[in-house]
């Protein structure tokens, strides 16, 4: 397959680029001569991507900004600056700056890293021009000039333009396919008009016009002539010329940067750390105000407040980054959910708070597998299980057909209408055979091509439409098969093996505005003319000749879960064809409002037309949906479906999935055009009780614009809430609403790729790789495989994340207070005079070599198994609380911080008064061991590889203390008095809390420890 340009040299564009989206306003037309680029006056954008963020004279000063524009960093370079004025300098100057230049060197190197790679990436793909492609994404949006396809045609895959796996069809414009030679396309005087870029990747309009001709050929282009960005040619060889580039391309048109997601415990780690720092200013003007202002006051101010600096840990940030990243390779190990991928490692905590979960339906909650199950005539329904009936009529229809005789007459009559219906879902479609050559593997999309091979063991359907292929596979088991098809014609072939060819005069092709499509064909032997059409019953009801069963039997399908189209014709003279086509053919080379214009002529021919029959197919549930979307309820998580099918299928679905319980009852909102029916309706609703309510798009827009407040509000107190026939725009609206009107965390999963925005615009993403490509997997925060995944990614993984992050990042803090205070009573009992009490090598191992790794080490603590937590989802509903980090639990860290620094350093005063000299060594030695004990009273569950960092540090610290003559005496802290007084310290510093902590286990213990005891 290969992709050739006749306009100009440009290299290759990718979907996944990170180029800002263009104000489509300020483009404009153009016109794109053939050959001659020299003709062309507009200026094209670079056709190349750029993701990488900076360049080489940016790069520091653009990692510096985005990492000191948050307080905690900038507080600290405030802080290490100030050193180096000698009257506010403390100590030695690596004390301050190692720690912040180990900081921003281990981010200097993760963002030079992604830079690399970026950079790599995008000179790899800048560097392939497109002059010929081998299986490779068309670079640049085209216009379909000519193909080595005898049909004029080709296939294309778009699956991560649209998020659709099937293929679409496209068609070479029609001058310039018939030329010759392909060298006579650099010979003849022609241009493209095409309208300005647009962001709609299912419409275009342009016209095509060869000026060298007489009378000058003009035919009108339409979305099957182009050949966007980032699709790629499946079948044959196809040239084209290029319309858009770079950044006016559909693609990137379609790419919205992704906002940068900040996690709701950092939210409240930051709002903390500020709490911290006011506790710091207070403090230092205590000690100042007890020293009496005496003095240069303002410089003693500065003084003590950088001497209490490290009650905001700098470490605070690095450890729970790190142990971000610890959740994420946890969740990408675990074997339980294989496949999944964890895309943002700045929020797996947000897994552990979640109260809303909006979800797509197709291809989320169902499998996007559609089985035929339905076929009504209105009077006599047929099912599955009537197949062979069916085909019998099919038979008796076309063995008839010849005869005459009265009692031939009747028969039939009986087959006629089966076998209309029949015939027109047969041919009222898009769908095309392909075959797979036997030769060597390759596929051709005309059975002509595969030497009229009709048998059915190589063929196989593509469509834009899964519905549409369950529609003619169906056809083909019942004996009317689709053998063949070009732009100009099809065939069927009867169940005795006779080949039936219809010329395609016009095709209509679906769109989510009409809500349906239609053909006009002719049939070979008669030369009989039918419109047929098929679409949804909401626009197709106006449409057909009165009946009395249509809307009724559409509900009743609705309520079994199956999708409905209504499938009709109408027959046509020539006069009427004939009058038909001027209209439509002037419509469409308009340069103005063309889509109306064609619309309105399509429009006259749908009017009264014979109701045939209502189809109905089913798309099967996931794996293990019910038990998933109960586990989910049961944890407390609200969810709500966002699907663009019909009220009908949509409640069906939640009821069958379980996605709304048997004992609940269910709101069904009506259909709302203006204020005063949906305050009508909203009163209604307010008057229900923990009830579900099922809503339209339509409705709810309406809904919105005039009560938004109170329909948030009242749908939010809902156990479940379906939108359905919901654009991909009101899926991110409505997402906005809920982040904009209540204070929880919502999260967004979607399988395709018009559930982009929606997951995007959730706090927590989650894309499911499924048979609508990758799309919403690659714009997710994580990525499973399966729906059923969920469960165990948000009672699990999202229950550790965040209950290991709030232990995390406490502990870090009481390690910085405790030291601060111990600091305080120091400097208190020397006058409150501004000395530090540890200095040099101690304040950096304190926080490195000595604790790091015990305090790092409750990343691998959990209160619960995970079997536990998926037995018992009720224990979710407590996380979303948020108790795990909050000002009661941060007021709780700082008692014990003061009491155990208090205890330290005046236990140190009172038992080494005649060795006061040795206060350094005697506080640090006992602060170091209260640290290691306390990480144990807070460890829930053991690992190997805690006790190995708690001896570990024992040992560093221990073994250091040869190597450190400069604060320790050796023989003093070798002697027995030493060690038993240092205990004892020890003891009293941890033992009450050790004591409190085994009360509270008894006589309150949480709801896990009961669980688990």
């Known amino acids: 397959m290969h992709v050739k340009c006749v306009c100009r040299d440009c290299t290759e564009t990718d979907i996944l680029a990170s180029l800002q989206p263009l104000v489509v306003s300020d483009l404009k037309a153009r016109t794109v001569w053939l050959g001659h ?41 405030v802080v290490a600056c100030s050193q180096f004025v000698p009257a506010l300098k403390i100590g030695y100057l690596y004390t301050y700056w190692a720690p912040l230049g180990f900081v921003m060197a281990v981010t200097m190197v993760r963002e030079a890293v992604d830079e690399v790679r970026r950079y790599q990436r995008d000179k790899e793909m800048n560097s392939q021009l497109y002059s010929k492609l081998t299986n490779q994404r068309i670079p640049a949006d085209m216009i379909f000039l000519r193909t080595s396809e005898k049909t004029g045609s080709c296939f294309i895959r778009t699956d991560q333009l649209d998020g659709e796996t099937d293929w679409k069809l496209k068609v070479a414009v029609v001058c310039t396919q018939r030329l010759p030679a392909l060298g006579d396309l650099f010979s003849i005087n022609a241009y493209v008009y095409a309208q300005k870029p647009q962001l709609d990747i299912h419409s275009f309009e342009g016209n095509f016009t060869r000026e060298d001709g007489d009378p000058q050929i003009h035919e009108s282009l339409s979305i099957d002539h182009t050949l ?65 202002f005496v003095g240069p006051w303002f410089r003693n101010l500065f003084r003590f407040i950088v001497l209490f600096s490290y009650i905001i840990p700098i470490s605070l940030r690095v450890n729970l980054d790190m142990g971000k990243s610890a959740y994420g390779w946890m969740i990408m190990k675990d074997e339980n959910i ?80 089966i076998h209309e219906a029949v015939k027109a879902i047969a041919l009222c479609h898009n769908v095309t055979p392909v075959y797979e050559s036997r030769a060597n593997g390759e596929t051709e999309s005309t059975a002509a091509e595969a030497d009229q091979d009709f048998s059915d063991d190589n063929r196989t359907y593509q469509a834009s439409s899964p519905d549409e292929v369950a529609l003619v596979r169906w056809t083909e088991s019942v004996g009317l098969t689709l053998v063949n098809r070009d732009l100009t014609s099809l065939q069927l072939k009867t169940p005795a093996g006779q080949v039936l060819t219809y010329y395609i005069l016009q095709i209509f092709p679906f769109t989510s505005e009409s809500k349906r499509m239609g053909i006009i064909i002719r049939e070979e032997t008669t030369g009989d003319i039918t419109f047929y059409m098929k679409g949804a019953d909401v626009a197709m009801a106006s449409i057909v000749q009165y009946n009395d069963w249509l809307e009724e039997e559409c509900g009743n399908m609705a309520r079994e879960g199956l999708r409905t189209l209504v499938v009709a014709k109408k027959s046509l003279s020539e006069e009427q064809y004939t009058d038909f086509e001027n209209r439509f053919n002037q419509a469409k080379l308009s340069i103005h409002d063309r889509a109306l214009k064609v619309a309105a002529v399509v429009e006259s021919l749908e009017r009264e037309m014979e109701l045939l029959c209502l189809t109905g197919v089913e ?91 109170e329909f948030v509000e009242l749908a939010c107190q809902c156990p479940a809430v379906v939108c359905c026939r919901c654009s991909p725009t009101q899926k991110a609206q409505i997402v906005h609403l809920l982040k904009q009107h209540t204070a929880n965390r919502t999260c967004a999963i979607g399988d395709g790729g018009n559930d982009v925005s929606m997951i995007q615009a959730a706090d927590c993403g989650i894309g499911i790789e499924g048979k609508e490509g990758k799309q919403a997997s690659l714009a997710a925060d994580f990525s499973i495989t399966q729906f059923k995944h969920i469960g165990r990614l948000l009672m699990v993984h999202g229950r550790n994340s965040y209950k290991r992050s709030a232990a995390l990042g406490q502990f870090v803090m009481h390690r910085g207070m405790i030291i601060s205070t111990m600091q305080a009573v120091f400097s208190s009992i020397f006058y409150f005079a501004s000395v530090p009490l540890y200095q040099g090598f101690l304040m950096v191992g304190y926080s490195t070599i000595y604790t790091m790794f015990p305090v790092f080490s409750l990343v691998l603590d959990q209160d619960v198994k995970p079997e536990m937590a998926l037995l018992y989802p009720e224990l979710y509903k407590d996380l979303t609380k948020g108790r795990s980090l909050s000002f009661k639990t941060f007021l709780i860290w700082v008692l014990i911080s003061i009491y155990q620094g208090g205890i330290l350093m005046y236990g140190a005063l009172v038992l080494f008064e005649s060795e006061f000299v040795h206060v350094v060594a005697i506080s640090f030695t006992a602060l170091i061991l209260t640290e290691l004990l306390m990480v144990a009273l807070n460890i829930r569950t053991w690992h190997w590889l805690m006790v190995l960092a708690e001896f570990l540090s024992l040992g560093c610290y221990i073994a250091s203390l040869a190597f450190l003559n400069e604060y320790f005496d050796l023989g003093f802290i070798t002697t027995p008095a030493f060690l038993w007084k240092v205990s004892v310290i020890t003891v009293v510093s941890c033992l009450p809390l050790y004591i409190i902590k085994y009360l509270k286990r008894k006589f309150s213990p949480p709801s896990y420890s009961k669980l688990s005891s």
């Open 338 to 417: 294989p496949g999944t991928v964890v895309r943002t490692s700045t929020i797996p905590e947000e897994l552990g708070r979640l109260v809303y979960l909006l979800t797509d339906k197709t291809g989320t909650l169902t499998q996007n597998e559609m089985i035929f199950k339905r076929l009504h005539l209105g009077t006599v329904s047929y099912g599955t299980d009537t197949m062979d009936e069916i085909q019998s009529h099919i038979g008796q229809s076309y063995a008839q057909q010849h005869q005459l005789h009265p009692i031939q007459e009747v028969r039939r009559s009986v087959s006629s209408r």
């Open 228 to 292: 966007w960005a980032s699709t790629i040619v499946a079948s044959g060889t196809v040239i084209g010329v290029v319309i858009y580039t770079g950044k006016e391309t559909r693609s990137v048109l379609n790419t919205s940067s992704p906002k940068n997601k900040v996690g709701l415990l950092d939210l409240e780690l930051n709002r903390l750390t500020k709490a911290l720092f006011l506790a710091q200013v207070v403090l230092s003007i205590v000690m100042v105000a007890l020293q009496g």
């Open 619 to 709: 798309d099967q549930l996931q794996a293990d949906v019910r038990p998933t979307l109960e586990l989910l309820r049961n944890a407390g998580i609200k969810i709500w479906m966002l699907t663009g099918d019909k009220l009908e299928t949509a409640t069906c679905i939640a009821k069958s999935s379980h996605l709304v319980s048997r004992s609940q009852d269910i709101h069904v909102f009506r259909s709302v055009s203006n204020r005063g029916e949906a305050h009508l309706e909203l009163n209604a609703f307010r008057r229900k009780h923990d009830c579900a309510l099922v809503i339209s798009g339509d409705s709810l827009e309406v809904c919105l614009r005039y009560y938004e407040h």
């Open 37 to 77: 680029p020299e003709k062309c006056e507009e200026k094209y954008p670079k056709n190349a991507i750029k993701n990488q963020k900076y360049n080489f004279f940016t790069f520091v000063p653009g990692v510096l900004y985005q990492q000191f524009k948050f307080f905690l960093n900038l507080y600290f370079l």
